[in-house]
């Protein structure tokens, strides 16, 4: 076994101390016996491949929390850091052509607080609910989606569009008044108008794009609610699933071992 020595004057003599850590007989200055490879987290290489295991399988916090052996709140810190690379996994520039579409993100109305019931219900573009704006890459098959805090406005439209896609790329949207601007910002525009009863018109369509909302809002049904401010992290590991779906389980794995422990 490779002696362990004090990374502040290298001596190789020191006292055991509680929680695997050691303190240097010379410089009397603490230090880790154990290398863990993410920082805040005590856990084991092993566990965290476990953990990505079990979490990538779609399985619960409790069950991760069985194959793990930890406890449910580590568990649940270790799933949220998952996430959190999830997110900071973006991929480059969308060359397009790219479908564009926002939704909405919100609990049903008879499960809100009596004040919030009171109050008049606005339906479509005018609900109080959280703004979600997708883009989807039609020739590589992935979905990029942006969770805006506050109301939507074409500026944060023009804004996305001109960080993730190309000068000039074919965008194709729905008949939203607020994307018929668009072709005076540099980028072909096409949409479709869905309150006329069209839905398909050669290659402009929206579909692509729609299908995933089907499939994030019934995930989304699944985990049940959540905080606000924590929305985003559940949608980005919706997102990341998505765009790897064509690789195995066991190449899903490799990537996320590699975003969290960096080998």
């Not at 005590?42 to 953990?51: A, F, L, P, Y």
């Not at 793990?68 to 810190?77: D, F, G, P």
């Not at 049904?221 to 389980?249: D, P, T």
């Amino acid at each position: 076994m490779p002696t362990v020595r004090c990374p502040k004057c290298h001596h190789a003599r020191a006292w055991k101390l509680r929680r695997q850590r050691l303190k240097c007989k010379r410089c009397r200055s603490e230090f880790g016996g154990v290398v863990y490879p993410v920082v805040g987290f005590r856990v084991s290489t092993d566990e965290w491949t476990v953990c990505i295991r079990t979490f990538l399988r779609e399985r619960t916090i409790r069950r991760v929390t069985e194959e793990t052996n930890r406890s449910h709140c580590l568990v649940e810190r270790m799933v949220m850091h998952l996430r959190v690379r999830m997110a900071s996994d973006v991929r480059g520039r969308c060359a397009g052509p790219v479908e564009m579409d926002e939704t909405y993100i919100g609990g049903q109305r008879k499960n809100k607080r009596l004040h919030i019931r009171r109050i008049g219900a606005k339906k479509g573009h005018g609900t109080d609910k959280l703004p979600i704006v997708g883009v989807y890459d039609r020739p590589t098959g992935t979905v990029l989606v942006f969770v805006e805090p506050r109301k939507l406005d074409i500026a944060f439209i023009i804004r996305t569009l001109k960080t993730h896609t190309v000068a000039g790329a074919k965008v194709y949207t729905d008949g939203f008044k607020m994307y018929r601007s668009l072709s005076t910002h540099g980028f072909f525009h096409a949409y479709i108008d869905h309150d006329g009863g069209e839905y398909v018109r050669g290659d402009v369509h929206t579909n692509n794009i729609e299908g995933f909302w089907g499939i994030m809002k019934r995930k989304l049904g699944c985990i049940g609610g959540m905080q606000r401010k924590y929305l985003h992290l559940f949608v980005a590991e919706i997102v990341w699933k998505f765009n790897h779906r064509h690789l195995s389980l066991k190449d899903q794995e490799r990537m996320l071992a590699v975003l969290i422990l960096g080998s």
